[in-house]
């Protein structure tokens, strides 16, 4: 009996001391449970709030365990960026759910596709196509804003017939700005009563919900091998080739409608060309029709999600804030006039605006740890030593709440972007896009769209909260407004009598 103890108490202590066994000079963080690691505690909490709760307790830079792989969490901004602009943090892991997307459009194989997810020259080549070809389709510039202006033109029709009614703004914004890559991606838009394009926002917002690189059924193979009806498998494996059948079918109707004449105007059109290009020369080339798929699917996760949720936040916050959204419309109406809608040349003459755009990224806190980094060899960061092959976590959430670095961190407040003489301020630790070389691919894009989508609907429209309850949800990935309706007033009539 006393020997049977004895050898579990001996046994219990030797799996402690092992799963406990930090790599040399690594952070400090919390004790690990054999095997698990810190997950239990992650799940439970969320990791948004374990992790908050760590940097309390280890500091600026502490390390976790999730099924016996470390992890590292940066806090500190200054550190964030010495982090970012540095090679060897560069890397990247690819969730389950990316490897088996890779794996799908390259025949079962581990090559690693796209740019979001992938490292090394894959990321690079990838990387480096993508944007070229975006900047010359415009991305980041004007000649984007007549694409703009027609998605807004059948926005600004839907919330005029709907005055009066409660709205449920939702998934309502995705389907504008999904509209609004693809006519740079393949050259066209959909309808927004499109039953195809619906489907495919719901089908991305269901995935993005479900998703959670906590969970052990997107941690380890086996689960998703013995169950694999599990809800979240179905939700993120099984729509992600639903996406991807849905990519590939939009892919051939380009293919016929184009007869197979070279398109310059369109994402799809380039990248085609480089790959014919290359073959021609008989060259190789790390262009491929798998990278294709990926890179669309990627541009679509990263540029509608984000931008559509920073709007959605926009509107309840604004409708939370009256005295703010008064404020952006007498701007509104001393710069741009009653009865004309804002343009892009007209963004530096709107600073209230612009700040206003800032606070709600910093209040909505989109992605609070932004997309996880991997060590591509052994680094250092702030006197420690964090080994190759360890996922790096940025708290970009810290640098948006911290009391060090704002006046009124829990209040909606533009004037946090703002001088006192009422010019445009942008803190070096406000990185909503984050920082280096791994910066949001998209970011000159979401900038235009979020400045002229938000200042056309408030210059057109006032907002308020209808009396139905405002319900706050758990989110794991992206931080999402609450379930809330709205009521929108068209300013038209109101600024003429005036």
């Not at 025949?107 to 090394?120: D, H, M, P, R, V």
């Not at 963004?347 to 800032?358: F, H, K, V």
């Not at 060090?404 to 909503?432: C, I, N, S």
Request: overall charge neutral; hydrophobic content about 40%; glycine content about 6%.
């Amino acid at each position: 009996m006393w020997l049977t103890i004895v050898l579990v108490v001996v046994v219990v202590a030797a799996l402690m001391l092992w799963a406990n066994a930090r790599p040399p000079n690594f952070p400090p963080g919390p004790i690990s449970l054999p095997f698990l690691g810190n997950v239990i505690y992650i799940l439970f909490k969320t990791h948004k709030v374990a992790f908050s709760n760590y940097r309390k307790t280890y500091g600026e830079i502490f390390s976790y365990q999730v099924f016996n792989k470390w992890g590292v969490v940066i806090n500190d901004p200054g550190l964030m960026k010495t982090a970012l602009a540095d090679p060897p943090f560069s890397g990247r892991t690819a969730p389950i759910i990316f490897s088996n997307r890779d794996k799908i459009l390259t025949g079962n194989t581990s090559t690693q596709l796209g740019i979001l997810t992938a490292s090394g020259e894959v990321w690079k080549n990838q990387r480096r196509f993508t944007l070229r070809t975006l900047k010359d389709l415009g991305l980041g510039r004007q000649t984007l804003e007549p694409i703009m202006q027609n998605e807004l033109e059948e926005l600004l029709e839907y919330f005029k017939r709907n005055q009066g009614k409660k709205i449920d703004i939702g998934l309502l914004f995705n389907r504008s700005i999904v509209n609004v890559l693809w006519a740079i991606v393949i050259g066209s838009r959909f309808s927004h009563s499109d039953a195809k394009l619906q489907e495919l926002v719901d089908k991305m917002n269901k995935m993005l919900q479900a998703f959670n690189p906590f969970h052990p059924a997107l941690r380890l193979s086996w689960v998703k091998k013995f169950f694999p009806n599990l809800d979240i498998i179905q939700k993120t494996q099984g729509y992600m080739q639903d996406l991807l059948v849905f990519i590939e079918g939009e892919m051939a109707k380009y293919t016929e409608q184009t007869g197979g004449m070279a398109d310059w105007g369109s994402y799809i059109g380039q990248y085609q060309q480089g790959m014919e290009e290359a073959a021609r020369e008989g060259r190789d080339t790390p262009l491929s029709m798998a990278h294709l798929k990926a890179n669309i699917l990627e541009l679509f996760f990263a540029g509608s999600e984000t931008t559509s949720s920073t709007l959605w936040w926009a509107i309840y916050l604004l409708a939370s804030n009256p005295e703010v959204q008064v404020a952006m419309q007498e701007e509104l109406d001393r710069v741009v006039g009653p009865d004309d809608l804002p343009t892009l040349a007209q963004m530096d003459s709107l600073p209230y605006c612009t700040a206003t755009i800032y606070e709600v990224q910093r209040v909505a806190d989109l992605i609070p740890f932004a997309v996880p980094h991997e060590t591509i060899d052994d680094a250092e960061i702030g006197g420690y030593r964090i080994p190759k092959g360890t996922q790096v976590r940025f708290n970009l959430s810290h640098c948006m709440k911290d009391p060090k670095y704002w006046e009124a961190p829990d209040k909606f407040r533009p004037q946090h972007f703002l001088t006192d003489d009422g010019k445009v301020f942008k803190p070096d630790h406000f990185m909503p896009f984050g920082f280096g070389k791994r910066v949001c691919l998209g970011e000159s894009l979401a900038k235009l769209e979020l400045f002229l989508f938000l200042t056309t609907l408030i210059h057109r429209f006032s907002w308020c909260l209808s009396d139905d309850p405002v319900e706050w949800m758990k989110h794991f990935v992206f931080s999402r407004p609450p379930d809330f309706t709205v009521l929108a007033t068209s300013r038209n009539d109101h600024t003429k009598k005036e």
